[in-house]
């Protein structure tokens, strides 16, 4: 069992950047594929970007791509992704997730296993 805590969270203008954090603890994360969520009030959950154990393959969705970086380090057990030119259309709660299956980043929600409480970005314009 694996349980995930997201912070990092917080408001920022346009144009600017935010980090948001998930760490990791229960489990052997370092085996685990991690992915990053977002849903936004009255839409449903989107994909954001994912990456496989070893930090070796990263997916993103199109919205975010050339703005958005996922990183991790197994060895603080944590997922980043590092948000830059953020838009106020960025504003959503952001959720980490794992993967038992951690070879291949995946976008499909319902591949995680486990998921954390989410952390709140609200980008203003």
């Known amino acids: 069992q694996v349980q995930l805590a997201e912070s990092g969270g917080g408001l920022v203008q346009a144009g600017g950047s935010l980090r948001v954090s998930c760490a990791a603890s229960g489990g052997t994360f370092r085996w685990h594929g991690m992915g990053w969520f977002r849903q936004a009030p009255g839409k449903a959950r989107e994909f954001v970007a994912a990456i496989n154990w070893s930090g070796g393959s990263t997916l993103y969705a199109d919205s975010v791509k050339g703005r958005f970086t996922i990183s991790r380090d197994n060895a603080k057990n944590t997922v980043y992704l590092q948000m830059n030119s953020l838009k106020p259309e960025d504003t959503a709660v952001y959720y980490c997730?794992?993967?038992?299956?951690?070879?291949?980043?995946?976008?499909?929600?319902?591949?995680?296993?486990?998921w954390g409480q989410g952390t709140q970005v609200t980008v203003s314009s």
């Open positions: 997730a794992a993967d038992r299956q951690g070879s291949v980043p995946r976008s499909a929600a319902e591949g995680y296993d486990y």
